[in-house]
């Protein structure tokens, strides 16, 4: 592989207000979605955007997207550019959503609409939003019991939405009536194009400014820039291999026994290569599998963490390279295999282990296990309203970041999946939905033990009401395979659910299920992990255990049994 020279054509001025507006106009996009989505799920920002060179290669991330999507765009829109090859006009927009193209789940939608100046192609914008249902079996189309792809809701391979401007209703609206909210999928549909346009006007904006050859010449030295700085940061490290490996609860068809995922890595100079191959050889019985394209954005996003300096693009990509293994396996699923939940499965477990391996070439950047990634979706018919409208009440929680050298982990922080995703509102999830929130506190020695503490989960219930035809699901993991400890750290707490806990009929439901029924009255709750441990709890400092008492995080109890130190009233 030819690497590629820090020499650039651009002046250094030119060249850094350039890579920086790319920037900018990614964020812009990103507003523009925010301002203008339907869905209350992407307006809690799990939504991301990019701008791509004309062969798909990515040009620039912006400064706020979700970690599952940043290593997926560039596969999307090379699937759209093979597809449509020679037949991409000025005004066009397509949709795609397959996972077996690059994508994630089918929720995860994205719209790709080229860029034109004066007739000719520069590039490509791409916003991908995360449709809170695309059919399938259960509302929110997360279904945990799902045997194929079919159970999970419309898979849709790349298809022409606009046409030389003009919009295609009838393939849009094919696409939302098979959908349970599709109002929404049309509005928000038109709000990530809308976002595309923007970036269209910006970059022909900055053409009329600087000149089109300038333009496209820094889409390519931008590129360099990134693929540059990587090089030239892993060359400060030693070569070596390092590998561990983390766990997926269970394969329900295979019965008793964790399903390892295995990440080996390798530093060679100024390349890093990982190698997952010798995962669990099989995908599993659940939607808890992952394609190539969620597993590379695990690597991409894990690896990124320890360089936050360095802007993110296809540049990146040259240097840290995969090798998934054959197709068939939990972390390399082929079609028909269901993935919809691969963000709580191998997505999480990847990104957690690339972080442990790094702790011991970077122990300045060391973090424990962070919580897992869960969401809890209840859906079924709405009596507030005359017409028993379909809701979706599609929660997510924070949770405890593991703990740091020298530092504790965040408490109720969001998933490492998308950390900027924001803790929905409960007036306007009341609003939208006839479930009220009970509670939201964090969760007491949730935090697990350490030198330094991981940080605190928090407990979540509400209350159905106004409702018929319910039922709810729950995409998780780490019930088993709890949140571990680093360097001597300690464990947090499994994750689960709870249905009227206290009560004479109360149940455990589990951290993996789908489509169980709900009645009005029913109370809902179930607490979201804390971070792991890092260092021997032994050492932690005595009034840093105190002030953890204190404060409600640590009971003198286990202040007693995992530090040694007994508090008195």
Wanted: with cysteine; charged share 20%; aromatic share 10%.
């Amino acid at each position: 592989m030819e690497i590629t020279s820090s020499k650039n054509s651009l002046d250094p001025v030119t060249f850094e207000v350039l890579k920086n507006a790319y920037v900018n106009i990614v964020d812009q996009m990103a507003e523009q979605i925010l301002r203008t989505c339907y869905s209350f799920v992407i307006y809690s920002r799990d939504f991301s955007s990019a701008l791509c060179d004309p062969t798909g290669d990515t040009v620039m991330q912006g400064s706020g997207d979700i970690a599952a999507h940043v290593g997926t765009l560039h596969y999307t829109a090379k699937a759209v550019i093979a597809k449509f090859a020679g037949d991409i006009h000025p005004g066009d927009a397509f949709v795609v959503n397959d996972v077996y193209q690059g994508g994630t789940h089918f929720n995860d939608t994205r719209i790709f609409a080229p860029m034109f100046y004066k007739d000719e192609l520069l590039g490509f914008a791409q916003a991908n939003g995360h449709w809170a249902d695309v059919g399938g079996a259960v509302p929110g189309s997360f279904n945990v019991s799902a045997l194929d792809h079919m159970a999970e809701g419309l898979r849709i391979t790349p298809v022409r939405v606009y046409s030389k401007g003009e919009y295609l209703s009838d393939v849009a609206e094919l696409i939302a009536n098979n959908t349970r909210a599709p109002q929404d999928i049309i509005g928000d549909l038109q709000a990530q194009t809308e976002a595309c346009r923007l970036a269209e006007r910006e970059i022909q904006r900055l053409c009329d400014k600087y000149g089109v050859e300038v333009i496209k010449q820094s889409f390519n030295e931008v590129q360099d820039y990134v693929e540059v700085m990587t090089r030239e940061r892993l060359k400060e490290l030693p070569n070596g291999v390092w590998e561990t490996t983390d766990y997926i609860d269970v394969d329900p068809a295979a019965g008793e026994g964790l399903i390892p995922i295995r990440v080996k890595m390798e530093i060679r100079d100024d390349t890093v290569h990982y190698d997952l191959s010798e995962s669990h050889p099989k995908t599993i019985a659940s939607f808890l599998n992952c394609c190539y394209g969620g597993a590379f954005a695990a690597i991409v996003a894990g690896t990124k963490m320890q360089s936050p300096d360095i802007p993110l693009n296809s540049g990146f990509y040259r240097v840290v390279t995969v090798d998934l293994g054959p197709e068939g396996t939990v972390v390399n699923a082929d079609w028909p295999t269901p993935v919809a939940g691969f963000c709580s499965g191998p997505f999480e477990k990847i990104m957690n282990s690339v972080f442990e391996l790094w702790a011991d070439i970077l122990p300045e950047r060391a973090m424990a296990c962070t919580f897992n990634l869960e969401y809890l979706l209840i859906g079924g018919r709405d009596t507030r309203d005359d017409n028993k409208p379909y809701f979706m009440w599609y929660d997510w929680m924070v949770g405890g970041w593991g703990a740091r050298n020298g530092r504790d982990g965040w408490a109720a922080t969001g998933p490492v999946f998308g950390v900027q995703l924001g803790t929905q509102p409960f007036e306007g999830q009341e609003r939208l939905s006839p479930v009220l929130t009970t509670g939201h506190e964090l969760v007491l020695d949730s935090g697990g033990p350490g030198e330094f503490r991981g940080g605190m989960g928090v407990e979540k219930g509400g209350t159905l009401y106004a409702c018929e035809r319910t039922v709810v699901s729950y995409c998780c993991d780490r019930e088993r395979s709890v949140t571990w400890g680093l360097w001597g750290g300690l464990p947090s707490i499994p994750h689960g659910v709870w249905v009227n806990p206290g009560e004479e009929n109360q149940r455990y439901l589990g951290s993996l299920f789908s489509g169980l029924p709900l009645y009005q009255g029913d109370t809902v709750t179930r607490p979201s992990a804390g971070g792991g441990g890092l260092g021997d709890p032994l050492k932690r400092n005595l009034d840093a255990v105190l002030e953890d008492v204190e404060q409600g995080y640590v009971s003198p109890d286990r202040a007693k049994k995992d530090y040694g130190v007994i508090v008195k009233e």
